[in-house]
């Protein structure tokens, strides 16, 4: 939580407002009861029916014996029931623990046992898998047919909606997932007043009005595709959120034609497949105005290609669940728009360029980027020891990003510091894979890198020094293995080489710069 003075200091200036998640919907959904908020599939939504769904789900998940403070894992694809979900905890005051459809059974379950969640909330079968199945250890409620001794979301609707008092503005109003290098993914605390000010800020730069109409083509429970400014920035202005659950061009652009869409947000990889499939589309691609892209660094040349291919703006953003957000602005000129990956939110979002030690670095310099703020975390939850590596005594959150920042504020990323995979926007830790890996019967020791991939960004190569006498396995056995663990398919290596032993650093630590370096070597033989 921050310090007494910061907040006090936040609520003056007007960042925090005292409203919580479900009084942004509230109001909305007074201001515009007839107009559409959600679209999914041939389903429209309208804000009025939204707010009554909201409150009748949340009347049937009270009787379930879900309470203020409760926490609820809830992993749903691209779908309206999402936001009845989402909202229902909001108004009861659980927390909603944010996972993806991509997560399987280890990750489930540990956001289940380290959250100690009283609920999953899934869908039945998505994409070929069967998400019943990830979890027994906590009541499972299935949108769509349930399995055994599970509870079908649909029959928890009630007539009357919930009426009892919400939560406070200052209260936790749900966990998200950090990208960290460490392990498991560290839990993100985010309140109802600093995520709400991100939310609106975000709106009020991305010029959204109610007659916007936002496509969400990534997962929305991500950061990005929900708040910068996402699906809750459309909702706070009265607009329309469109809903797909593929990024297939040959799907969502006759719904960029059908529902007029005006904002889309992509990662740099799906961007490249929408500018090769915009120059021979004969869908009507003329209302979309912006088309941001984040979640990785964008290449100068496939961002000079926006405007002249698909005739929009191109709004670089650049941020993390954390907290900090920057945006290149819709006004600024293609120096900053092609180049930086914007400014941040706020006047009061403190950034910091230092060098190893600490040590501010002048403008234009490569530096670790440090931050603090009226949106960004003082830190993780449950999570003390790891708070005291990943934040200074000062409050600053270390981001593990490399960056130059100019003399107009406006930040260019140059990598990444920390021991992280940036696969085509998914974050990847090290760690935790190495974990995994450390598990089959022939690996004695693993390291897991980042290899540049001009599609992805960054692929992910496993290096690996074999038990005595052990057989060399092979890139298919291992990838099996590590599906066999639950492990999400995005987490599982692209690549594996067998090394009798890894190069160290000076102080005996694994010297991945030395691996990287190594693949690197093998790269340019092959060329």
């Known amino acids: 939580m921050w310090p007494d003075e910061f907040a006090k200091l936040y609520r003056e200036r007007g960042y925090w407002t005292g409203q919580t998640l479900h009084d942004l919907l509230d109001e909305s959904a007074r201001k515009h009861p007839e107009r559409t908020a959600i679209v999914d599939r041939n389903r429209r939504i309208t804000y009025g029916e939204l707010e009554h769904n909201v409150g009748r789900l949340a009347a049937g998940l009270d009787e379930l014996g879900i309470r203020a403070g409760d926490r609820v894992v809830v992993q749903l694809p691209n779908v309206a029931e999402y936001f009845d979900v989402i909202f229902a905890l909001f108004r009861l005051g659980a927390l909603p623990v944010f996972a993806l459809p991509a997560h399987r059974a280890a990750e489930i379950g540990y956001f289940v046992e380290h959250t100690e969640a009283v609920a999953f909330v899934t869908t039945d079968v998505y994409d070929g898998f069967d998400h019943r199945t990830l979890t027994n250890r906590t009541a499972v409620i299935v949108a769509g047919e349930p399995g055994e001794g599970q509870v079908a979301l649909a029959g928890l609707y009630r007539d009357e909606p919930y009426t009892d008092d919400g939560p406070e503005p200052q209260d936790l109003a749900f966990l998200q997932l950090s990208g ?303 599906r066999d663990r639950g492990l999400a398919t995005y987490k599982i290596p692209d690549r594996l080489r067998v090394v009798e032993s890894f190069p160290q650093t000076g102080v005996g630590k694994t010297s991945r710069r030395e691996l990287r370096a190594v693949l690197q070597k093998l790269a340019d033989q092959k060329g």
């Open 180 to 482: 960290g290098s460490t392990g498991l993914p560290k839990l993100i605390p985010r309140t109802h007043d600093d995520y709400l000010y991100s939310v609106r800020a975000s709106a009020e730069i991305c010029e959204l009005t109610p007659e916007s109409a936002y496509l969400v083509v990534l997962p929305v429970a991500h950061n990005f595709p929900m708040s910068s400014p996402g699906v809750l920035g459309v909702l706070h202005a009265g607009g329309t959120v469109v809903l797909s659950t593929t990024p297939d061009p040959a799907v969502v652009f006759p719904l960029i034609e059908r529902e007029r869409v005006t904002i889309a947000a992509l990662v740099p990889p799906l961007a490249l497949v929408w500018l090769d499939a915009a120059r021979s589309t004969t869908n009507d691609l003329s209302s979309l105005e912006v088309l941001q892209v984040g979640g990785a660094k964008l290449l100068d040349t496939v961002a000079a290609r926006v405007r002249p291919t698909l005739g929009c703006t191109l709004q670089q953003v650049f941020g993390m669940a954390e907290g900090l957000v920057n945006y290149t602005r819709l006004d600024d000129g293609d120096d900053l728009i092609l180049h930086t990956q914007g400014r941040p939110i706020s006047p009061d979002d403190e950034v910091r360029v230092v060098d190893d030690h600490d040590v501010p670095v002048t403008d234009g310099t490569v530096g670790h980027l440090l931050t603090r703020g009226p949106y960004t975390i003082r830190g993780y939850w449950r999570a003390d020891e790891h708070n005291r590596v990943a934040f200074t005594e000062d409050g600053f959150y270390r981001t593990g990003d490399l960056v130059r920042q100019d003399e107009r504020g406006y930040l260019t990323v140059e990598g990444r510091a920390k021991d992280q995979i940036n696969r085509g926007g998914e974050k990847i830790a090290a760690e935790e894979i190495e974990d995994h890996l450390l598990t089959h019967p022939a690996v004695h020791d693993a390291a897991v890198v980042a290899v540049p991939d001009p599609y992805l960004g960054e692929r992910s190569c496993a290096f690996i020094v074999l038990k005595e006498g052990a057989e060399t396995p092979r890139l298919p056995h291992i990838k099996q293995h590590l």
